[in-house]
T-cell receptor
Framework: GESVGLHLPTLSVQEGDNSIINCAYSNSASDYFIWYKQESGKGPQFIIDIRSNMDKRQGQRVTVLLNKTVKHLSLQIAATQPGDSAVYFCAENGDSWGKLQFGAGTQVVVTP | DTEVTQTPKHLVMGMTNKKSLKCEQHMGHRAMYWYKQKAKKPPELMFVYSYEKLSINESVPSRFSPECPNSSLLNLHLHALQPEDSALYLC????????????FGDGTRLSIL
């Protein structure tokens, strides 16, 4: 079946640098994408979403980029802070209404 | 703090026990979800309720029984679970189940002895 996946399982970033987390998706029919942050012992926390009629959306210190041509999604975090250390999941709307299909996740480790 | 509240935070039960997980949201959302998450894995959808009706059951074994008493509450009844059912059980809600963010609780950590 089609799936959402991530290129890198672990990303080490120096504090203050920018982070880029990548996600590949294979379902060309997907029209809604979302990024979550999950800290240890917590549930996934909504970061930002984007619909397929857009290619970029910005939030507070975060930017999501969508490239439908190559089916690629990325999350950019500006000036990464220790509190950004977490697992980040991308997700796309699945084959049923109301269903989200999650990628495998990327562990982001922020080093001083 | 999340706006989706799950209780209990931790639960240890034997394979013959019956227990229930509870989830509550007061955001006026009309879609609610149960997910199972194993360590270092993404959440896996189990059930979706939309307007208090079960709309998706992802072929979940019958030892898991969901219930949606009203638009704010979601329960997951557990009976005769197996050790492999040990996991983090997450509840989420969204406005009406379409292309909107799902908001998650912090989950119930379930251990089956």
């Amino acid at each position: 079946g089609e799936s959402v996946g991530l290129h890198l399982p672990t990303l080490s970033v120096q504090e203050g640098d920018n982070s880029i987390i990548n996600c590949a998706y294979s379902n060309s029919a997907s029209d809604y994408f979302i990024w979550y942050k999950q800290e240890s012992g917590k549930g996934p926390q909504f970061i930002i979403d984007i619909r397929s009629n857009m290619d970029k959306r910005q939030g507070q210190r975060v930017t999501v980029l969508l490239n439908k041509t190559v089916k690629h999604l990325s999350l950019q975090i500006a000036a990464t802070q220790p509190g950004d250390s977490a697992v980040y999941f991308c997700a796309e709307n699945g084959d049923s209404w109301g269903k989200l299909q999650f990628g495998a996740g990327t562990q982001v480790v922020v080093t001083p | 703090d999340t706006e989706v509240t799950q209780t209990p935070k931790h639960l240890v039960m034997g394979m013959t026990n019956k227990k229930s997980l509870k989830c509550e949201q007061h955001m006026g959302h009309r879609a609610m979800y149960w997910y199972k998450q194993k360590a270092k894995k993404p959440p896996e959808l189990m059930f979706v309720y939309s307007y208090e009706k079960l709309s998706i059951n992802e072929s979940v074994p019958s030892r898991f029984s969901p219930e949606c008493p009203n638009s704010s509450l979601l329960n997951l009844h557990l009976h005769a679970l197996q050790p492999e059912d040990s996991a983090l059980y997450l509840c989420a809600s969204s406005q009406d189940g379409g292309n909107q963010p799902q908001h998650f609780g912090d989950g119930t950590r379930l251990s089956i002895l």
